[in-house]
């Protein structure tokens, strides 16, 4: 079994909430362009540190855009083909989740146990990428991104909230951390 960091993507690898909004029924954080895909500062050098340190690296993200008719599956994978170009070799997954309970496009109209702080996509990459959860970590710029690794089983200390306000600021800031605990993986 091998250890993982699962990264939020908007606003912890890439710029999100800072984008002009999407034209509707996207909304303001909803990135629609993989044009406009820009790692934050640190990302790059941070999942390099934590390749290195032989951690899978997986991508989980809430995308209810596709449920409110603002992207299609298609389009999401776009953007996320668009980060991973920017992180060559360095994401072993993307997990996202396209429901939203209050969606307007069937299917995807609903709650989904995918959907943050639901756990799914991170159990269903322990199953299916063979995931030492007990040994994993999870940063995220959300509440919803924590309280989903510590609903999948990761410790709590171990789920990382990171921005301008908490104190651990950004990823760059959460390699440190993870690696400081865990060189080795």
């Given at each position: 079994?091998?250890?993982?960091?699962?990264?939020?993507?908007?606003?912890?690898?890439?710029?999100?909430?800072?984008?002009?909004?999407?034209?509707?029924?996207?909304?303001?954080?909803?990135?629609?362009?993989?044009?406009?895909?820009?790692?934050?500062?640190?990302?790059?050098?941070?999942?390099?540190?934590?390749?290195?340190?032989?951690?899978?690296?997986?991508?989980?993200?809430?995308?209810g855009v596709v449920a409110r008719g603002g992207l299609t599956i298609a389009g999401v994978e776009r953007?996320?083909?668009?980060?991973?170009?920017?992180?060559?070799?360095?994401?072993?997954?993307?997990?996202?989740?396209?429901?939203?309970?209050?969606?307007?496009?069937?299917?995807?109209?609903?709650?989904?146990?995918?959907?943050?702080?639901?756990?799914?996509?991170?159990?269903?990459?322990?199953?299916?990428?063979?995931?030492d959860l007990a040994r994993s970590w999870l940063v995220g710029d959300a509440a919803r991104d924590i309280?989903?690794?510590?609903?999948?089983?990761?410790?709590?200390?171990?789920?990382?909230?990171?921005?301008?306000?908490?104190?651990?600021?950004?990823?760059?800031?959460?390699?440190?951390?993870?690696?400081?605990?865990?060189?080795?993986?």
């Amino acid at each position: 079994m091998h250890p993982a960091v699962f990264l939020d993507r908007d606003d912890t690898l890439i710029e999100a909430n800072s984008l002009p909004s999407p034209p509707p029924p996207a909304a303001a954080g909803d990135l629609v362009d993989p044009a406009l895909v820009r790692l934050l500062p640190g990302a790059l050098e941070a999942c390099t540190r934590l390749h290195a340190a032989r951690f899978t690296l997986i991508i989980i993200s809430n995308q209810g855009v596709v449920a409110r008719g603002g992207l299609t599956i298609a389009g999401v994978e776009r953007v996320n083909d668009a980060v991973r170009a920017l992180l060559p070799g360095l994401i072993d997954a993307v997990y996202f989740c396209p429901y939203h309970p209050r969606g307007t496009v069937e299917p995807y109209a609903r709650e989904h146990p995918w959907r943050k702080p639901n756990p799914g996509m991170i159990l269903a990459a322990r199953d299916e990428l063979n995931i030492d959860l007990a040994r994993s970590w999870l940063v995220g710029d959300a509440a919803r991104d924590i309280e989903a690794g510590i609903a999948a089983g990761i410790a709590a200390n171990r789920c990382l909230r990171i921005g301008t306000d908490q104190p651990i600021p950004s990823l760059r800031a959460a390699t440190d951390t993870i690696l400081r605990q865990a060189p080795h993986g």
